[in-house]
């Protein structure tokens, strides 16, 4: 066996072993998501105090999830895009809680622009992940429609027929874009190689 044959061998199975890693984070990511709108769509207009609490919690969850983003993608050559979603929601936990004092329409623009910005961190890592595992356009789509759902929460903020509720359809969609990502991982990981 040649040394550039071992090599491939080597990046092959770290390739694989990183799709595995991110199929599991991206069904735990999924599920977080589904239960999410279930308790939005339960509590929205029954009881603010717990809509604003799960408001808080969206962001403050992103933080835990690109952590175990990190945590999955360790031989990744960079990994400040996740940093920098780190930093991104850790602030928009805190600004959440401090527009809420304000009222929702506030928190949700907060909630906006912070959607803008992992959208496109989303869309950047989806685009960089392409060639090595495959099975990221849902990501890319993902991160795409996060940065027009969030252009959307700041312009409609203040409009009376919308509110906490309307974040539903966003959360669900994210739901949506990481099962088909984690699906699309599992033909890497099945297959031995992770170019799918």
Same mark, same amino acid.
Do not use: C
């Given at each position: 066996?040649?040394? +550039?044959?071992?090599? +491939?061998? !080597?990046? =092959?199975?770290?390739?694989?072993?990183?799709? $595995?890693?991110?199929?599991?984070? @991206?069904?735990? $990511?999924?599920?977080?998501? !589904?239960?999410?709108?279930?308790?939005?769509?339960?509590?929205?207009?029954?009881?603010?105090?717990?809509? *604003?609490?799960? #408001?808080?919690?969206?962001? =403050?969850?992103? %933080?835990?999830?690109?952590?175990?983003?990190?945590?999955?993608?360790?031989?990744?050559?960079?990994? *400040?895009?996740? @940093? &920098? +979603? &780190? %930093?991104?929601?850790?602030?928009?936990?805190?600004? %959440?809680?401090?527009?809420?004092?304000?009222? %929702?329409?506030? =928190?949700?623009?907060?909630?906006?622009?912070?959607?803008?910005? *992992?959208?496109?961190?989303? #869309?950047?890592?989806?685009? $960089?992940?392409?060639?090595?595992?495959?099975?990221?356009?849902?990501?890319?789509?993902?991160?795409?429609?996060?940065?027009?759902?969030?252009?959307?929460?700041?312009?409609?903020?203040?409009?009376?027929?919308?509110?906490?509720?309307?974040?539903?359809? @966003?959360?669900?969609?994210?739901?949506?874009?990481?099962?088909?990502?984690?699906? $699309?991982?599992?033909? =890497? !990981? +099945?297959?031995?190689?992770?170019?799918?």
């Amino acid at each position: 066996m040649t040394s +550039n044959s071992s090599s +491939n061998t !080597v990046i =092959a199975k770290q390739a694989v072993n990183t799709a $595995r890693s991110l199929r599991t984070l @991206y069904f735990t $990511r999924a599920t977080f998501s !589904v239960l999410w709108v279930i308790l939005i769509a339960l509590f929205a207009k029954t009881s603010v105090e717990i809509a *604003t609490i799960l #408001l808080i919690i969206y962001p =403050a969850w992103d %933080v835990v999830g690109t952590f175990l983003d990190i945590r999955a993608n360790q031989d990744s050559p960079s990994k *400040t895009p996740q @940093y &920098v +979603n &780190v %930093v991104i929601s850790s602030i928009t936990t805190v600004a %959440v809680g401090i527009a809420l004092q304000k009222g %929702v329409p506030e =928190a949700l623009m907060v909630f906006g622009a912070w959607a803008i910005g *992992t959208g496109l961190i989303q #869309l950047i890592l989806g685009l $960089r992940r392409r060639k090595f595992l495959g099975g990221q356009w849902p990501m890319i789509i993902s991160g795409g429609q996060s940065i027009i759902g969030g252009t959307s929460f700041i312009l409609l903020a203040h409009d009376p027929t919308k509110g906490i509720a309307s974040l539903g359809g @966003y959360a669900a969609f994210g739901a949506f874009y990481y099962l088909l990502a984690a699906f $699309r991982l599992n033909k =890497a !990981v +099945n297959s031995g190689t992770a170019t799918a």
